[in-house]
């Protein structure tokens, strides 16, 4: 396994200069000596093609920018100094990108938790932090962070519900909670790689087209259901009050059949749709 080792290159502005110099001397020393002919000649032209050679030594780094470095094969470290730099020109040099990046999933049609087809896309910010990973342990760095996001957002997918009223975790309804395990699990696949996952966060999430109709309305009913649940719990806590407060006062003394018509009547009107419409006996003419 490969870690990222950080080097430093010599500014080429510097070399550039130097190695100016060294070819205009070279040149000069060939014509003068050149004509002698013998060792020295001989010698003076190879030091003008080493130098020459060491021409094809600059790269350039760009702002947020990595560049690995190879020697036959053998990782020799990475560049992150920006600017115009100097190496061995027999180094192979691979550039790679220290930007922030993102990733958007096509929509995903897979089963939540319950078994209901629902459609899933989410979105991945990344980031490479280790260029050597990055370069060395996976073969197409995109690709991998393509396939390895959708497969963690389809097993995000099939633990939990689609929506749920209860207390439980589900996707639609803990966005925030979500959110993180997603993220979670999309660096736990990308650690192999280099890459540092800043933000994931679902962008779509529907029923399935075929179901869509039929869930609506079992969702619109479990809604009904639970908001009646809440409903009748502060009805029969308000009931149970009234008759507390009227007992304890000593206002009026209900008998059980007075107390069950007041307790109905109470519940028709603390539950009902509509506000209340009171009859009031105003007494007989006769």
Excluded at 135 to 143: G, P, Q, R, Y
Aim: hydrophobic share 50%; glycine share 6%; charged share 20%.
């Amino acid at each position: 396994m490969y870690t990222e080792k950080e080097i430093k290159a010599p500014n080429g502005i510097t070399t550039l200069v130097v190695l100016f110099i060294a070819q205009i001397a070279s040149i000069g020393l060939i014509f003068t000596i050149g004509r002698a002919g013998g060792l020295i000649a001989v010698a003076t032209i190879l030091i003008a093609i080493l130098i020459f050679i060491c021409w094809f030594g600059f790269f350039m780094v760009n702002p947020n920018e990595g560049r690995v470095l190879q020697l036959f094969g053998k990782y020799v470290g990475t560049v992150k100094e920006e600017g115009l730099r100097w190496a061995n020109p027999f180094y192979t040099k691979f550039a790679v990108s220290l930007r922030v990046r993102n990733f958007e999933s096509g929509q995903l049609k897979v089963n939540d938790k319950n078994g209901n087809p629902i459609e899933i896309a989410a979105v991945v910010v990344w980031q490479v932090v280790d260029t050597a990973e990055a370069i060395f342990e996976v073969d197409n760095l995109k690709a991998f962070v393509s396939v390895q996001s959708e497969a963690a957002v389809r097993n995000l997918a099939t633990r939990y519900m689609y929506d749920n009223h209860e207390e439980e975790i589900s996707l639609r309804s803990h966005p925030k909670e979500i959110s993180e395990e997603l993220r979670q699990e999309v660096q736990d696949r990308l650690n192999k790689a280099g890459v540092r996952v800043i933000e994931s966060r679902i962008s779509h999430l529907a029923y399935a087209p075929e179901i869509a109709s039929a869930m609506l309305r079992r969702q619109q009913a479990m809604a009904i259901i639970a908001a009646r649940k809440t409903i009748v719990e502060g009805a029969v806590g308000m009931v149970g009050m009234a008759l507390e407060q009227l007992s304890k006062g000593g206002i009026v003394e209900l008998d059980n059949e007075r107390k069950a018509a007041m307790v109905s009547n109470l519940l028709v009107v603390l539950c009902s749709d509509e506000a209340a419409r009171p009859v009031v006996n105003a007494g007989s003419l006769y």
